[in-house]
């Protein structure tokens, strides 16, 4: 797929070959139900970013960045990438949705096991049977599968919604993302609660906010005048609670809210994974990042 992408410089191939995410695929019960759960989970989008910060190098060397992988897709084909504003405009729903995917560019169509050049071409021509890669022709339901999987935003819609904004980390933080985002969207008082706190910001207040997250982590400012971390305390606690209200156990009767406490450390601390890796590059490790591949493997 590489060699259809559209031609948006280092960037795009750093996109593609050099950041690394661990993502978290929610359902949702209907379209309202959908809605509010995009609109939190964009809002919010941020502070995952900042509570799994793990990529403050390039070639070696610091780059200036705690998430250079959030950097990377603040600067990827924004026709495709981004915090889609329309979400959280009245009124958004499926529909809406739809006319954004339509209106992204094509990569390609897929056809008896090759990849058929569609780069920069339009769907909504290829539904007319009008795409030049493939005159005459009209799209399969997989084309247009295929088509949604080539939209990039902070939040990508399917048949379930996609959390893509955080790094991936140690083992012992995966299961904190997926309990991050279930606590918050799967339980109402929760998903109420989460809104409350992010339903007054303007569309320049949320962009900043991603705009400053990938350098400033934790540090980031939000729209209330406090910093990310003042914020995602209260957002843990509602994650807790929602996690509480599940009242989900395992063998040994404990909830899944425990799956929270690697991000209270990261809080607690006030400092990002990628500080703390910064920490050692300049400390004991003295200079030589190779030595995150013998501390921090699992």
């Known amino acids: 797929m590489l060699r259809h992408m559209p031609r948006v410089g280092s960037l795009g191939l750093d996109m593609m070959l050099r950041t690394c995410t661990i ?5 949702y019960s209907s379209e309202a139900d959908m809605a509010q759960k995009f609109r939190v989970g964009l809002a919010l989008q941020p502070l995952a970013t900042a509570l799994f910060a793990n990529s403050p190098f390039t070639e070696g060397k610091p780059n200036g960045f705690l ?36 209106d992204v560019p094509m990569y390609f169509v897929y056809r008896d096991g090759a990849y058929i050049d569609a780069a920069g071409q339009s769907f909504r021509d290829f539904l007319r049977g009008q795409l030049p890669a493939l005159p005459g022709e009209k799209p399969r339901l997989s084309d247009w599968n295929d088509h949604l999987s ?22 012992s933080k995966i299961c904190a993302l997926p309990a991050l985002w279930v606590g918050l969207l799967y339980d109402q008082a929760a998903l109420d609660a989460a ?11 949320r962009q900043r906010l991603r705009d400053g997250v990938p350098k400033l982590g934790l540090g ?4 209330g005048g406090e910093t990310l971390a003042q914020l995602g305390a209260r957002i843990l606690d509602i994650a807790e609670a ?35 890796l910064l920490e050692r590059y300049h400390g004991d490790w003295r200079g030589d990042v190779g030595r995150v591949y013998e501390e921090m493997s699992f």
Request: cysteine-free; hydrophobic content about 35%; charged content about 25%.
């Open 195 to 205: 809104w409350n706190e992010v339903k007054h910001w303007t569309l320049d207040e």
């Open 242 to 276: 929602g996690l509480k209200a599940r009242a989900r156990f395992n063998a040994a009767g404990d909830d899944e809210s425990g799956f929270l406490s690697p991000l209270r450390e990261t809080l607690g601390r006030g400092a990002t994974p990628a500080e703390l």
């Open 23 to 27: 993502q978290v695929n929610l359902d």
């Open 67 to 102: 998430s250079f992988r959030s950097h990377i897709w603040s600067d990827t084909d924004p026709a495709r990438t981004g915090m889609l504003p329309f979400v959280f405009d009245d009124g958004f729903g499926y529909e809406r949705y739809r006319d954004y995917a339509l």
């Open 220 to 223: 980031t400012p939000t729209p």
């Open 150 to 171: 080539t939209a990039f935003p902070e939040v990508r819609l399917k048949s379930f919604l996609e959390m893509r904004g955080a790094d991936g980390g140690p083992w």
